[in-house]
């Protein structure tokens, strides 16, 4: 699923963040010098104004695309693009408070040095982070993983040009591709793995990369099969001046990248203003989330650890977007050797080929008993989904998101099939299409890829929001999770 979003205001939330902080911190500075020496947030009238700062700068950064292109910019044009960005906030907030007749209650000065103090804060934040990041390409701003197709006849002049472009820094490089291994690998300066469009779709399918860049001739024999198989895994394509436009993605877009011309094929898009919302979401659900989870770990973590000594948490290492792993927290609810006595239960795994593990009347569960058919605290929270609520931080940290897909463990993955990585083409989720759908009745995988496909494909802000209520509404009912 490719986020449009990478390339709209919301890809530089760093320079949001610090701007929103730059306002906030002058308007501090303009209440010390107007005021006095104490912290405006504490008297009811001078917070308030500060939270309609707050307000009108979003809206600002909403519809004005105030850091469109931010990294292309010249300095000049910054400062211009600084000057129209405080004047509007003087000039909205000067309204606001005129029309709700506010005014009377504020220092016309107050607000002056406020957007003073702003202008030269917020042009030194733009100014010192634009330098830093093109000093320090391979900074975190380096978000996707790119795996490069082409011939060794094109591959100089693609890694010169790519290379010396502002958009290569957006990607950090994983691969290669292409048509004669020994010529390519002569000709790269940097160690990258080369291999041949035979195994293309295999290292993608194993390793995480987020978008494919295709820069083949249109009348090569690999070109269609190669993007078929691609987009079938749910990973983004690029094709160089491509004419192809029968292919199996839904949806298609032209744009740049690496300062060509391309055509854009993936499963489904996403515009900015939607992921921004799913984002919103999901921040506001995480914050909440996080503190129904120190609550519940109050009365919980007690009854676990009387049940079986050790730690209340814990984390493990699973496979999220486009193969990218993380750690993926939970509170425990099975015994400490859950992980060593899984392999000697495979036999009475429900879900097909160990793609998934799920097993009636699981041994390791705590309190259950050496049959599998007792019921102590680990039944509990896992009926309850207690022991998801620890992935609220995971949401926060941006590794997940509320709803998705279910993140496959490090074994399960590498089983993975490339038409069942295309479920991985969005963030995980903790929760989702099939746990909403009767998920102890679903014990075929494919079953499971299927309908992840679906929600990629057909997915909206409002999916995700029915598939919250329809959560909440059957989480008293449903059985242990799978694990």
Same mark, same amino acid.
């Given at each position: 699923?490719?986020?449009?979003?990478?390339?709209?205001?919301?890809?530089?939330?760093?320079?949001?963040?610090?701007?929103?902080?730059?306002?906030?911190?002058?308007?501090?500075?303009?209440?010390?010098?107007?005021?006095?020496?104490?912290?405006?947030?504490?008297?009811?009238?001078?917070?308030?104004?500060?939270?309609?700062?707050?307000?009108?700068?979003?809206?600002?950064?909403?519809?004005?695309?105030?850091?469109?292109?931010?990294?292309?910019?010249?300095?000049?044009?910054?400062?211009?693009?600084?000057?129209?960005? /405080?004047?509007?906030?003087?000039?909205?907030?000067?309204?606001?408070?005129?029309?709700?007749?506010?005014?009377?209650?504020?220092?016309?000065?107050?607000?002056?040095?406020?957007?003073?103090?702003?202008?030269?804060?917020?042009?030194?934040?733009?100014?010192?982070?634009?330098?830093?990041?093109?000093?320090?390409?391979?900074?975190?701003?380096?978000?996707?993983?790119?795996?490069?197709?082409?011939?060794?006849?094109?591959?100089?002049?693609?890694?010169?040009?790519?290379?010396?472009?502002?958009?290569?820094? #957006?990607?950090?490089?994983?691969?290669?591709?292409?048509?004669? /291994?020994?010529?390519?690998?002569?000709?790269?300066?940097?160690?990258?793995?080369?291999?041949?469009?035979?195994?293309?779709?295999?290292?993608?399918?194993?390793?995480?990369?987020?978008?494919?860049?295709?820069?083949?001739?249109?009348?090569? #024999?690999? /070109?269609?099969?190669?993007?078929?198989?691609?987009?079938?895994?749910?990973?983004?394509?690029?094709?160089?001046?491509?004419?192809?436009?029968?292919?199996?993605?839904?949806?298609?877009?032209?744009?740049?990248?690496?300062?060509?011309?391309?055509?854009?094929?993936?499963?489904?898009?996403?515009?900015?203003?939607?992921?921004?919302?799913?984002?919103?979401?999901?921040?506001?659900?995480?914050?909440?989330?996080?503190?129904?989870?120190?609550?519940?770990?109050?009365?919980?973590?007690?009854?676990?650890?009387?049940?079986?000594?050790?730690?209340?948490?814990?984390?493990?290492?699973?496979?999220?977007?486009?193969?990218?792993?993380?750690?993926?927290?939970?509170?425990?609810?099975?015994?400490?050797?859950?992980?060593?006595?899984?392999?000697?239960?495979?036999?009475?795994?429900?879900?097909?080929?160990?793609?998934?593990?799920?097993?009636?009347?699981?041994?390791?569960?705590?309190?259950?008993?050496?049959?599998?058919?007792?019921?102590?605290?680990?039944?509990?929270?896992?009926?309850?989904?207690?022991?998801?609520?620890?992935?609220?931080?995971?949401?926060?940290?941006?590794?997940?998101?509320?709803?998705?897909?279910?993140?496959?463990?490090?074994?399960?993955?590498?089983?993975?099939?490339?038409?069942?990585?295309?479920?991985?083409?969005?963030?995980?989720?903790?929760?989702?299409?099939?746990?909403?759908?009767?998920?102890?009745?679903?014990?075929?995988?494919?079953?499971?890829?299927?309908?992840?496909?679906?929600?990629?494909?057909?997915?909206?802000?409002?999916?995700?929001?029915?598939?919250?209520?329809?959560?909440?509404?059957?989480?008293?009912?449903?059985?242990?999770?799978?694990?």
């Amino acid at each position: 699923m490719y986020q449009k979003a990478a390339k709209g205001w919301l890809k530089h939330w760093d320079f949001m963040l610090l701007d929103v902080l730059a306002l906030q911190f002058a308007f501090v500075i303009a209440y010390f010098i107007r005021v006095g020496l104490a912290f405006p947030y504490y008297e009811g009238r001078f917070s308030r104004l500060a939270l309609i700062l707050l307000f009108i700068q979003i809206a600002i950064f909403f519809f004005n695309d105030t850091f469109k292109g931010v990294l292309r910019r010249g300095y000049y044009y910054e400062f211009t693009n600084t000057v129209k960005t /405080v004047f509007m906030v003087f000039a909205m907030t000067s309204i606001f408070l005129f029309v709700t007749q506010e005014g009377i209650n504020y220092s016309r000065l107050l607000v002056f040095y406020t957007c003073v103090i702003y202008f030269f804060m917020s042009l030194g934040v733009r100014y010192f982070l634009k330098a830093f990041l093109k000093k320090h390409p391979s900074s975190r701003w380096t978000r996707k993983t790119l795996f490069i197709i082409t011939t060794p006849e094109s591959v100089e002049k693609l890694f010169e040009d790519g290379l010396k472009s502002l958009s290569m820094r #957006q990607y950090r490089l994983v691969g290669v591709g292409t048509t004669n /291994v020994p010529a390519v690998k002569a000709k790269l300066k940097k160690d990258w793995p080369v291999v041949t469009l035979d195994e293309a779709v295999d290292f993608v399918n194993h390793n995480w990369v987020d978008e494919v860049f295709i820069d083949l001739p249109e009348n090569n #024999q690999y /070109v269609n099969d190669l993007m078929d198989c691609f987009i079938d895994m749910g990973v983004t394509v690029h094709f160089k001046l491509a004419k192809v436009l029968s292919q199996k993605g839904k949806k298609q877009t032209v744009e740049k990248v690496l300062d060509y011309t391309v055509l854009t094929t993936s499963m489904n898009i996403i515009g900015e203003k939607q992921l921004l919302y799913k984002r919103t979401m999901d921040i506001v659900g995480g914050l909440v989330g996080v503190l129904i989870t120190v609550v519940a770990t109050i009365f919980v973590a007690p009854l676990i650890y009387i049940q079986s000594p050790g730690p209340i948490f814990f984390s493990q290492e699973r496979v999220g977007r486009n193969g990218k792993p993380f750690k993926m927290y939970k509170l425990r609810s099975m015994y400490m050797d859950a992980e060593k006595r899984k392999k000697q239960l495979m036999a009475k795994n429900r879900i097909k080929d160990g793609l998934m593990f799920k097993m009636e009347d699981d041994p390791r569960i705590i309190g259950s008993g050496k049959d599998g058919k007792g019921k102590g605290i680990g039944h509990f929270i896992r009926k309850t989904s207690i022991d998801e609520l620890p992935q609220f931080f995971n949401v926060l940290k941006g590794e997940m998101s509320l709803v998705g897909t279910r993140p496959p463990t490090m074994d399960e993955w590498k089983l993975y099939d490339q038409h069942h990585r295309a479920r991985l083409s969005t963030k995980p989720g903790i929760t989702g299409i099939w746990q909403v759908s009767g998920r102890s009745n679903i014990t075929d995988f494919e079953k499971v890829v299927q309908m992840d496909t679906d929600y990629i494909k057909n997915w909206t802000i409002g999916t995700d929001i029915r598939i919250i209520f329809q959560t909440i509404g059957v989480i008293f009912k449903s059985d242990e999770g799978a694990m």
